[in-house]
């Protein structure tokens, strides 16, 4: 903490309060002021096919790192052993996290474009940064599933806003949100499975378990298991407004 941005509570709090006041106040000044909607097309589509590539070559060089790991230990070592924690990882997860705070131009755009300004969108791009910022306090060894799922899911959805913004037909805007849920629900699997042996071997519960889970720091277990839970409610929530058939009928 302290030795690289972002990276003391203050700093990051402070970042996120900012954040929503520039979005919410930026929407209602714009509303007041009668600006027109601005068209951004050239910027939006740099943004977008910046963060597609650069999302995809981060998760190249995370699996390059961590499937030998995987390969030579297992799965249950691959997310639970605080080895698997390398300092190459740690630079990655580093890196990831600088991300989530260029991921918040998204909604700057949606304000100056004068679209709609959904709550799960302003909840998830804010509450992506401190779930990251909260792991890499904990420095949980199961970051790098959700991380890596996180990168794939990305690397789809900046490509087909990239293509929309071109108005390249790209029926993909169901697949997206689908792949997002399914990212959410593997997530979960993985990090209640490493959370459940965290406790079961810190406490000492006698419950069946395959080993000792070095989970992190409990509260980076606490606000993922948190945060990725709501995650996935809100998203089938978004899911059945959208494209539930009895909508359109």
Not at 5 to 14: I, K, M
Not at 142 to 151: A, E, F
Not at 153 to 181: D, F, G, N, S
Not at 186 to 212: E, M, Q, T
């Amino acid at each position: 903490p302290g030795k690289t941005p972002f990276s003391t509570g203050p700093v990051v709090f402070g970042t996120m309060a900012l954040y929503l006041v520039t979005v919410l106040g930026g929407r209602e000044l714009m509303q007041r002021f009668k600006v027109p909607p601005q068209e951004l097309k050239k910027p939006f589509l740099v943004h977008n096919i910046l963060l597609s590539s650069a999302s995809g070559l981060l998760l190249a060089v995370m699996l390059e790192e961590i499937v030998p790991i995987w390969y030579h230990h297992g799965f249950f070592a691959a997310i639970c052993a605080q080895s698997s924690w390398t300092p190459r990882m740690e630079q990655f997860y580093i890196l990831n996290y600088m991300f989530k705070f260029w991921e918040l131009i998204d909604t700057g755009f949606l304000v100056l474009k004068k679209k709609p300004l959904a709550f799960l969108h302003v909840y998830h791009h804010a509450a992506t940064a401190l779930l990251c910022f909260s792991q890499l306090l904990g420095k949980t060894p199961v970051s790098w599933v959700v991380i890596t799922l996180n990168l794939l899911v990305h690397v789809v959805m900046y490509a087909y806003y990239a293509l929309t913004t071109l108005r390249i037909p790209c029926p993909w805007k169901r697949a997206v949100t689908t792949m997002q849920i399914l990212q959410f629900i593997l997530d979960l699997g993985v990090v209640y499975f490493a959370s459940y042996h965290y406790f079961v071997s810190a406490y000492k519960v006698p419950l069946p378990n395959i080993g000792a889970c070095a989970a992190g720091k409990e509260h980076a277990v606490f606000s993922g298991c948190a945060i990725l839970t709501s995650y996935l409610f809100l998203f089938i929530a978004f899911y059945r407004r959208t494209y539930s058939k009895s909508k359109g009928a």
